[in-house]
């Protein structure tokens, strides 16, 4: 199990940016697949991107593609979100999860408000 607390939400305007932080306890965090996901007003929560173990490689939703960069400090213990060129819909509740296999998130975080101003 791995305890994670996500940071650096906030208030932005559309056409700006943010860097979302995600901070895991425990030694094995090099074991462990990291996602962010988010859940909008009203939304069902939705997949945003993944990251692998190494960092090597990252995938993301079409929604986010080619705005948002996942990365990972094993070092650190520390998973990121950068968000760039925010559009108002991008406005949730941002969640970093981590997995022992790919796709199964047993640990959340408590997550972290965005909210993008048109």
């Known amino acids: 199990q791995v305890q994670l607390v996500e940071s650096g939400g906030g208030l932005v305007q559309a056409g700006g940016c943010l860097r979302l932080?995600?901070?895991?306890?425990?030694?094995?965090?090099?074991?462990?697949?990291m996602g962010w996901f988010r859940q909008g007003p009203g939304k069902e929560r939705e997949f945003v991107g993944r990251?692998?173990?190494?960092?090597?490689?990252?995938v993301y939703a079409d929604s986010v593609k080619g705005r948002f960069t996942i990365s990972r400090d094993n070092a650190k213990n520390t998973v990121y979100l950068q968000m760039n060129s925010l559009k108002p819909e991008d406005t949730a509740v941002y969640y970093c999860?981590?997995?022992?296999?790919?796709?199964?998130?047993?640990?959340w975080g408590q997550g972290t408000q965005v909210t993008v101003s048109s």
């Open positions: 999860a981590a997995a022992l296999v790919p796709g199964s998130y047993d640990d």
């Open positions: 990251i692998s173990r190494s960092g090597g490689s990252a």
């Open positions: 932080s995600c901070a895991a306890s425990g030694r094995t965090f090099s074991s462990y697949y």
